[in-house]
């Protein structure tokens, strides 16, 4: 079946470090994958997402770029800042009739001043 | 512009009580909603879709059921809570290629 595994964390780096997280994926087929984010107390938010291979998403000075060699599309970010700090998730759809996302279990980022 | 609602924020319930979460949605007609649950230390997972009114596909066996009395309403209920329960629960609907989630409800089964 369709499945994501990303990295464990919490991953704690301080301000103007760089991030990743990792995310690989198991699917049939073509998936579109994703990146969605989660403040303390909210829902989730679309990040970024790539629909087809060696795409690259890229939003809020994140980036992800589908590698459909590596079945991976790992998270990316330059300088991060502490309002960063969120759980983000990884997400695969296999492109139905309707959006039916497969995500990871989560990242959690905490990041320090 | 499309929106969606979600209540209550938090909700703490005893075991063996009845429980009822409720979506709206704006902005849209005949969506496709979802209702997902995030358990402490899982993923996401996804719990029942509607493409339609009355239209409800369960995705996991379990103690819960969903209704679609109205095209953008969607309920999330049970008739008595376990302690399992407990987690995050998120409603979602899709605009054609993405996934639109509410703020959630924060449900401790106690």
């Known amino acids: 079946g369709n499945s994501v595994t990303q990295m464990e964390g919490p991953v704690t780096l301080s301000e103007e470090a760089f991030l990743t997280i990792n995310c690989t994926y198991t699917?049939?087929?073509?998936?579109?994958l994703f990146w969605y984010v989660q403040y303390p107390g909210e829902g989730l938010q679309l990040l970024l997402k790539?629909?087809?291979?060696?795409d690259k998403g890229s939003n809020k000075g994140f980036e992800a770029t589908y590698r459909k060699e590596t079945t991976s599309f790992h998270l990316e970010k330059g300088s991060v800042q502490v309002s960063d700090s969120a759980v983000y998730f990884c997400a695969l759809s296999t492109n139905t009739g309707f959006q039916k996302l497969v995500f990871g279990t989560g990242t959690r980022l905490l990041v320090s001043p | 512009s499309q929106t969606i609602h979600q209540w209550p924020a938090t909700l703490v319930q005893p075991v063996g009580s009845p429980l009822s979460l409720e979506c709206t949605v704006e902005g849209t007609s005949n969506p496709n909603l979802y209702w997902y649950r995030q358990a402490a230390g899982r993923g996401l997972q996804l719990l029942f879709y509607?493409?339609?009114?009355?239209?409800i596909s369960s995705e996991v066996p379990q103690n819960l059921s969903a209704s679609r009395p109205q095209d953008r309403q969607f309920i999330l209920s049970s008739k008595k809570l376990l302690l399992s329960d407990s987690g995050f629960y998120l409603c979602a609907w899709t605009s054609p290629n993405l996934l639109h989630f509410g703020n959630g409800t924060r449900l401790t089964v106690t």
């Open positions: 699917a049939t087929g073509y998936p579109s």
């Open positions: 790539a629909t087809k291979a060696d």
């Open positions: 509607s493409v339609g009114i009355g239209q």
